[in-house]
């Protein structure tokens, strides 16, 4: 198969169902990177509050090696790796399916609040950071949706019935908005978002196909990343 000689459709079909094999095996074998990676990220911030040292923990090394490969290759983790993130790109498939056969039109409940409610995953991030300060880092891994998803996971019952509750009020907006969780909630994305990346995985415009104010790559971004003018 030569690559160059297909058209941008079909291009496009080969990288959404190489992403979508890329997203499942990294969903069966290694489901828990997230979790770990945001384990360290709390496991240090309570560290922090209790004025301990900081060891090099599992957690805090998968963290390290997450951050580095962003720094290194942008945001492939969330695109690719993210099981939570290929929960929620399911999720919206099955959900976009059931309106083509209903013959009903995309919902677009956020598309006009994206721009503000994208700065609520900052919020989560230091509500959570706060609490691990204080000393309820325990209290937050119980509670947290991602350990329901993670009970889910693995067939069993989830441990806290506040968990639950909430990742099934994640998994409806994962349902109504394409990366819903991914580009609002995410604490882990706000890490990430911080993070420096070389130039040569920053996303830029093909200059030469580009319409001066036309705006849109932003708009069929699912992630809504503002690609700089």
């Not at 990220?41 to 922090?48: E, G």
């Not at 399911?90 to 039109?105: A, E, G, L, T």
């Not at 509670?143 to 806290?160: C, G, I, T």
């Not at 394409?178 to 609002?184: D, H, K």
């Amino acid at each position: 198969m030569d690559i160059h000689n297909l058209t941008a459709k079909e291009r496009k079909k080969i990288h959404t169902w190489l992403r979508a094999l890329i997203q499942l095996l990294y969903f069966i074998f290694i489901p828990s990177v997230y979790t770990a990676a945001f384990a360290g990220v709390k496991y240090i911030f309570t560290q922090i509050g209790a004025g301990e040292k900081v060891a090099m923990t599992s957690f805090v090394t998968v963290l390290l090696v997450i951050c580095l490969y962003t720094m290194v290759f942008g945001r492939f983790f969330c695109g690719f790796a993210c099981a939570f993130g290929t929960w929620g790109d399911f999720v919206y498939f099955i959900s976009s399916m059931i309106r083509k056969k209903r013959k009903k039109k995309p919902l677009k409940c956020f598309s006009k609040a994206g721009k503000i409610l994208r700065y609520l995953k900052y919020v989560v991030l230091i509500v959570v950071l706060l609490l691990c300060i204080k000393g309820y880092s325990s209290a937050v891994a119980i509670h947290s949706p991602f350990s329901a998803f993670s009970r889910f996971h693995q067939l069993k019952m989830a441990d806290s019935l506040i968990g639950t509750g909430l990742f099934l009020l994640v998994t409806a907006g994962m349902a109504l908005e394409p990366r819903f969780f991914c580009r609002f909630l995410c604490p882990m994305g706000a890490v990430f978002s911080l993070m420096p990346v070389l130039p040569f995985s920053v996303i830029k415009r093909n200059r030469e196909n580009c319409i001066p104010n036309c705006k849109a790559c932003n708009l069929v971004c699912p992630a809504s990343l503002e690609i700089p003018s």
